[in-house]
């Protein structure tokens, strides 16, 4: 941790070996403590433990081939495992969830559903495995400790968090079952950092490689970190390195972060 001052960020990578190059250079520039990361899309085995490990990061990580998967990396230290499965389902096999110690922070690497298409047995699962995720969540909350639940949510929140729009009126990322499942979270007591940040600013994490929609920005805000009360009163600041997006073979998304005292 650089001094007294800890910076988490969440980072959908979209395919971490297609994309190594763009997530070291991100990790040189912004020197985060601790990386969330979502979609590597890779085996454990095909994980590039070395190359991170060479950039100065420890990690755990669960993968599988081609889809899904998630990561902590930590500066300079290897991340405490605490679990790797959401609770609730011992039958749900894919990799979306890890949770691990970090200087003095449990952090939750989430990787949520996308539910598309809607209606239909993919949203179906995506509103059970978000039901899983808040009753975990509200029993983290009720520990007290200082708690980050950082990751690709798929979830836009409000109409504010969507660029002005009637092409994802369908998607399952704006369905009222989504948005009150988000809701939900934020009624049990955990603060979403960036819109605490920035209250009245239009920000987004997501740009869809279809229809230009990165040069107009027509973006989407699905990266959130939610704040356990313990670390939202640590938050220094927040935000989106939303240039990352804008370069050759970029993933779709931008990493998002916080600093805490």
Same mark, same amino acid.
């Given at each position: 941790m650089a001094g007294s001052r800890m910076k988490i960020a969440t980072f959908n990578i979209n395919?971490?070996?297609?994309?190594? @190059?763009?997530?070291?250079?991100?990790?040189? @520039?912004?020197?985060? /403590?601790?990386?969330c990361l979502q979609e590597t899309k890779t085996i454990d085995r095909g994980f590039p433990r070395?190359?991170?490990?060479?950039?100065?990061?420890?990690?755990?990580?669960?993968?599988?081939?081609?889809?899904?998967?998630?990561?902590?990396?930590?500066? /300079?230290?290897d991340p405490v495992e605490v679990r790797r499965v959401l609770p609730g389902d011992a039958s749900d096999t894919q990799p979306r969830y890890l949770e691990a110690a970090v200087g003095g922070v449990l952090i939750a690497c989430i990787y949520a559903p996308n539910g598309n298409p809607q209606p239909g047995p993919k949203f179906d699962y995506k509103l059970v495995w978000h039901a899983r995720l808040e009753k975990h969540a509200a029993e983290l909350f009720a520990s007290d400790l200082p708690i980050v639940l950082a990751g690709d949510y798929n979830i836009v929140p409000t109409e504010f968090d969507i660029y002005p729009n009637h092409s994802y009126a369908k998607d399952a990322l704006l369905q009222p079952e989504s948005r009150a499942s988000f809701q939900r979270l934020l009624e049990q007591g955990w603060t979403d950092a960036l819109r605490v940040r920035y209250p009245s600013d239009r920000i987004y994490t997501y740009w869809s490689y279809m229809r230009n929609r990165w040069p107009r920005d027509a973006g989407l805000r699905l990266d959130h970190l939610l704040l356990s009360p313990a670390v939202k009163k640590r938050l220094v600041e927040a935000g989106v390195d939303k240039v990352v997006r804008g370069r050759e073979n970029a993933s779709d998304h931008a990493p998002v972060w916080i600093v805490l005292r």
């Open positions: 395919h971490i070996n297609k994309r190594l @190059e763009n997530l070291l250079e991100w990790l040189e @520039e912004a020197q985060p /403590d601790v990386v070395k190359a991170i490990r060479q950039a100065g990061y420890g990690a755990i990580y669960t993968g599988q081939s081609a889809w899904n998967g998630v990561a902590i990396l930590a500066k /300079d230290v």
